[in-house]
């Protein structure tokens, strides 16, 4: 059964970092496309990073370049997402989101809320 948790959500101040994991389980985090989602009540859910299977190519989205960090641990079948320098606009529900060759759906975790505030 292919599960996705996510974990690590929370409240901090402006400036503070977070760092959200996303435990899999069904499947390798390494052969499948992995992404981060974000949303706020009344947008889109927005995607914010994601990495490649194999050789974990990473990109994302400008507002979070050069502070939002994903990466995975393959022996864990976890995939991260270091944030640092978080703004009052990085608040959200953060998804992950999984894309396997193997499926003809997408894998979703419930959510963990992030609320940065001072």
């Known amino acids: 059964q292919v599960q996705l948790v996510e974990s690590g959500g929370g409240l901090v101040q402006p400036g503070e970092s977070l760092r959200l994991s996303c435990a899999a389980s069904?499947?390798?985090?390494?052969?499948?496309?992995m992404r981060w989602y974000r949303q706020v009540p009344g947008k889109e859910r927005e995607l914010v990073a994601y990495?490649?299977?194999?050789?974990?190519?990473?990109s994302y989205i400008d507002s979070v370049k050069g502070r939002f960090t994903i990466s995975r641990d393959n022996a864990k079948n976890i995939v991260y997402l270091q944030m640092n320098s978080l703004k009052p606009e990085d608040t959200a529900v953060y998804y992950c989101?999984?894309?396997?060759?193997?499926?003809?759906?997408?894998?979703w975790g419930q959510g963990t809320q992030v609320t940065v505030s001072s």
């Open positions: 989101n999984a894309r396997r060759a193997s499926s003809s759906t997408d894998a």
């Open positions: 990495i490649s299977p194999g050789l974990g190519f990473t």
């Open positions: 069904g499947f390798t985090v390494s052969g499948a496309l």
